[in-house]
């Protein structure tokens, strides 16, 4: 036998065996429907970035498990049923090696049936509501902190200051429903009288008639449960109507840079609230933002650095039971205890995070100051006249 017809024979017994070289079994593929346009694109392009920017990461360091990785993502265009869909074609079709989560909790609760159907191991960097990760389901792991407390420093400095009087207002859909219920809440706990209280559908934009009335409450603080484009819609209305309490904060949205370029001087003084800031003191967060602006030639939201860290979280479990297999990749999930440059990382036995923070920044000047809590605050809140 000739020394080549030798070697086909080794090659083709270690392809049946499964030992074939790492570096020879093609990459790891990992998928995800992100919403690259639609009513969520703002936020859901910035996770897009910070998954790119893992990948270009962790190959840089050798990829995983020896094997490259690749990101494969389409956009479900901020639609639940479209997650679904893409969700099923990645793990059936594409058979895709692993699976990441989509942009927000109204697609993330709708992807995880399909996960958990397959089995697939889902971190969720952009899933905040509690509840998706109460229902029994084993596969499904969050990362930032619970929608119910967004707005906590909102309502703890509102109290110490002495106002008493809180309007809400919320987007009808999961995420904000979730954290306009804990943000009432919060403010009974603290003593501050609801004065008002309502929700818009998705997509809206004219906020006229809800603001009319809400302006007749007379509210001290304003709490909006808001995605970016509602946002910045209501704040501009807000400004044309008058309607001007003595601190007003918006869930998602007033993290993101373009809130104060598109508004300028209208966003002064309002509140927003985030999950990670570069000034924060975590292990590596000015080295991601610039290297996050180097590539993308634009600031990170947090929803960049919640991307990253998810990436990262989920590839650390792969890295410490030397697998891509779901149970093991679970279980180390489930037991793990990190501090990434996104904050810290523990989740209970559902899955759910209890460990990271977050904090209620205001626009000052133009920037993005962190005023609550004060072990993490670089500002102190201003307040308006």
């Known amino acids: 036998m000739t020394l080549r017809a030798l070697g086909s024979l ?25 919403s ?20 270009k990461d962790l190959n840089a360091r050798g990829g995983l498990l020896g094997r490259k990785v690749e990101m494969v993502v389409y956009d479900d265009q901020s ?29 993330s609760e709708a992807v995880a049936n399909v996960t958990e159907k397959y089995k697939k191991v889902m971190v969720a960097p952009l899933a905040a509501t509690t509840s998706i990760f109460k229902k029994g389901r084993r596969y499904a ?40 219920q804990g943000t009432e809440e919060l403010a009974r706990k603290a003593g501050l009288q609801v004065v008002f209280k309502e929700a818009y559908p998705k997509g809206n934009q004219d906020f006229s008639g809800l603001l009319t009335k809400l ?17 910045v819609a209501i704040a501009r209305q807000m400004k044309e109507l008058d309607v001007n309490p003595r601190m ?61 860290a998810g990436c990262v979280i989920y590839a650390e479990g792969v890295k410490k039971v030397g697998s891509l297999d779901a149970d093991k990749v679970r279980e180390a999930l489930l037991a793990l205890k990190t501090r990434t440059m996104f904050g810290d990382y523990q989740v209970d036995k559902d899955g759910a995070q209890v ?20 072990d993490l605050a670089n500002g102190k809140p201003r307040f308006p006249r």
Not at 256 to 261: G, K, S, T, V, W
């Open 355 to 374: 460990a990271h923070k977050t904090v209620l920044l205001q626009w000052q000047e133009g920037k993005r100051v962190v005023v609550w809590p004060d």
């Open 248 to 308: 007003f904060a918006v869930t998602v949205g007033g993290d993101i840079p373009r809130f104060q370029e598109l508004l300028k001087q209208t966003a002064e003084y309002i509140y927003g609230s985030s999950q990670w800031e570069p000034t924060l003191p975590y292990p590596g967060a000015k080295e991601f933002h610039d290297a996050y602006q180097k590539e993308f030639k634009h600031e990170p939201s947090y929803h960049a650095a919640a991307g990253y």
């Open 10 to 34: 080794v090659l083709i017994a270690a392809v049946a065996g499964g030992i074939l070289p790492a570096a020879a079994q093609g990459p790891i593929r990992i998928g995800a429907s992100l």
């Open 215 to 231: 302006k007749a409450s007379n509210p001290d603080v304003l709490a909006a449960a808001t995605y970016f484009d509602d946002a």
């Open 36 to 55: 690259l346009t639609g009513t969520y694109a703002e936020p859901g392009r910035f996770q897009s970035e910070g998954y790119k920017l893992c990948e």
């Open 141 to 180: 792991f969050m990362i930032v902190s619970p929608a119910e407390v967004y707005l906590e420093g909102l309502v703890e400095i509102a109290a110490k200051r002495g106002y008493k009087t809180i309007a809400i207002i919320n987007e009808d859909t999961l995420f904000p429903k979730s954290s306009a």
């Open 79 to 107: 639609m639940p049923a479209t997650g679904v869909r893409l969700y099923e074609k990645l793990i059936t079709e594409d058979k895709v090696d692993a699976v990441m989560g989509p942009y927000s909790s109204a697609i």
